[in-house]
C-alpha cells in the first residue's frame, strides 16, 4: 500500500490569498489525482497531476485557480489561489498502485481548508 | 456520462443487526468499481476493488458483491466502529480517476 502524507492538514486562511498543499508519497506512482470534498459532499476530481508536464483538469476546474506541479514521481502540489469562502473545503491528494492482479486508489488524510 | 447513486443516504442500525447498502452505477465500459470507508475530518480508507460481475470479496464483517448495475455492501452483526460514511465509486476504462457517489452515514448504536 502507499501511505500519502498531506501539508498542511488543516489551515484558516484570509479571503483573497493563495494556499499550496504538498502531497508527499512513500513510493514511486505513475497516477496522482487531487480531489475536493466541500462540506457534506461526496468527492469531486480537480485534476491529473502529470509528471513533467501540465496537469489535466476536470470541467469547471481552471489552471488559474488551482495550479499543480508534480516535478517527480512521488510529490505534487495543489495551489488554490485567489481564495473566497467557497473555496473552503477538504482538499485530498490520491494515487494508483498499480499491480498484475488490479489496481488501488489511496487517497491522503487531506487538508482541511476555512476561509474566512 | 459515469453516474453512482448510493442508497440510503443514512442507515442507523442496532448493534448486531445486519444489513446492506446499495451503490448502483452506470459507466462506459467499468474498470473497477471502489468501496471506502470515511470517518469525520479524515480521507477515504479504502476497502475494496471489484472488477467483474459475480465478485466478492471480504473484509471482517463486511463483504462487498458486484453485479453489472449494482454493487452491495453487507455489512454483517455490525458494531459501534462500523459507524462512518461508505463511499462507492467507479473507474472506467477511459482511465483511472474515480467518480464517486455521495455516499451513505451510517449509525451503529450500542
Known amino acids: 500500500s502507499a501511505v500519502i502524507s498531506q501539508k498542511p492538514s488543516r489551515d484558516i486562511c484570509q479571503r483573497g490569498t493563495s494556499l499550496t498543499i504538498q502531497c508527499q508519497v512513500d513510493?514511486?506512482?505513475?497516477?496522482m489525482f487531487w480531489y475536493r470534498q466541500q462540506p457534506g459532499q461526496s468527492l469531486t476530481l480537480i485534476a491529473t497531476?502529470?509528471?513533467?508536464?501540465?496537469?489535466?483538469?476536470e470541467s469547471g476546474f481552471v489552471i488559474d485557480k488551482f495550479p499543480i506541479s508534480r516535478p517527480n514521481l512521488t510529490f505534487s502540489t495543489l495551489t488554490v489561489s485567489n481564495m473566497s469562502p467557497e473555496d473552503s473545503s477538504i482538499y485530498l491528494c490520491s494515487v494508483a498502485s498499480l499491480t498484475g492482479s488490479g489496481n488501488t486508489i489511496y487517497f491522503g488524510e487531506g487538508s482541511w481548508l476555512t476561509v474566512v | 456520462e459515469d453516474q453512482v447513486t448510493q442508497s440510503p443516504e443514512a442507515l442507523r442500525l442496532q448493534e448486531g443487526e445486519s444489513s446492506s447498502l446499495n451503490c448502483s452505477y452506470t459507466?462506459?465500459?467499468?474498470?473497477?468499481l471502489f468501496w471506502y470507508r470515511q470517518d469525520p475530518g479524515k480521507g477515504p480508507e479504502f476497502l475494496f476493488t471489484l472488477y467483474s460481475a459475480g465478485e466478492e470479496k471480504e473484509k471482517e464483517r463486511l463483504k462487498a458483491t458486484l453485479t453489472k448495475k449494482e454493487s452491495f455492501l453487507h455489512i454483517t452483526a455490525p458494531k459501534p466502529e462500523d459507524s462512518a460514511t461508505y463511499l462507492c465509486?467507479?473507474?472506467?476504462?477511459?482511465?483511472?480517476?474515480?467518480?464517486f457517489g455521495k455516499g451513505t452515514s451510517l449509525l451503529v448504536t450500542p
Open positions: 513510493s514511486q506512482v505513475t497516477m
Open positions: 465509486a467507479v473507474q472506467a476504462y477511459s482511465g483511472y480517476a474515480l467518480n
Open positions: 459507466v462506459s465500459g467499468l474498470r473497477g
Open positions: 497531476a502529470n509528471q513533467g508536464s501540465e496537469a489535466t483538469y
